[in-house]
């Protein structure tokens, strides 16, 4: 069974709109990632967020904003969507913070801005 | 240029071969690496993790770190078909960074029965 959930696993927008990325992780950390993957860049860090604390921010631009609503949950919401947007979000969790633990990721949720 | 760069872009081996993977770092502060490994239509998934010079060995797979250089590579013998992957070396630093990793473009690897 999946220990980290991401919803929906594919999904198409137009440019413009808004959409919500929904992540659950069943692992017990405390520690939660937002990272992207595109045709473009290698895998990318987004957010951290530590007990629903934000950590580290490294998108630039405040159209992506994670949202915490429990310890487990970290949902990435993006407005005003442009065709660069397209990419696979990944969502990952670890045990602790730092800088050496293990990150576990989940499957990915395939944007595609059209 | 990236920060971290990996060699080569993709690499066929015969099953039961060794398959060699690098990683180069740009970044002196970078001090502590990770190997990834990513199936298609999976999220990546962690290997092991170097920090000291010299071999670390896990299975079928050692990682190898020289700090001087800022080079790692991957080792992998007996080559199984299940091993068919992209192979992303990651970078971080030893302290102050919360586990942002910066990832290379990646190795493809393809193991041919």
């Known amino acids: 069974d999946p220990k980290i959930i991401q919803k929906p696993k594919y999904l198409v927008a137009v440019t413009g709109s808004e959409k919500i990325l929904i992540c659950e992780q069943y692992l017990g950390h405390n520690a939660m990632y937002w990272y992207r993957q595109s045709a473009k860049k290698p895998l990318e860090f987004m957010f951290s967020?530590?007990?629903?604390?934000?950590?580290d921010n490294q998108t630039a631009s405040s159209r992506f904003q994670p949202q915490s609503s429990k310890k487990n949950h970290l949902d990435l919401q993006i407005t005003a969507l442009k065709p660069d947007d397209s990419a696979t979000y990944f969502c990952?969790?670890?045990?602790?913070?730092?800088?050496?633990?293990?990150?576990?990721f989940g499957e990915g949720s395939k944007l595609t801005v059209l | 240029q990236q920060k971290v760069q990996q060699s080569p872009e993709s690499l066929s081996v015969p099953e039961g071969g060794m398959a060699s993977l690098n990683c180069t770092s740009s970044?002196?502060?970078?001090?502590y690496f990770w190997w990834y490994r990513q199936h298609s239509g999976e999220g990546p998934k962690a290997l092991m993790s170097i920090f000291s010079d010299g071999d670390k060995k896990e299975g079928r797979f050692t990682a190898h770190l020289n700090k001087a250089s800022l080079h790692v590579s991957l080792h992998i013998r007996d080559s199984q078909p299940s091993d068919s992957a992209l192979y992303f070396c990651?970078?971080?630093?030893?302290?102050?960074?919360?586990?942002?990793?910066?990832f290379g473009a990646g190795t493809r690897l393809a193991v041919c029965p």
């Open positions: 990952a969790s670890s045990q602790q913070g730092g800088n050496t633990g293990q990150l576990y």
């Open positions: 967020y530590s007990y629903q604390k934000l950590m």
């Open positions: 990651a970078a971080t630093l030893l302290s102050g960074s919360f586990n942002k990793l910066t």
């Open positions: 970044d002196r502060n970078f001090q």
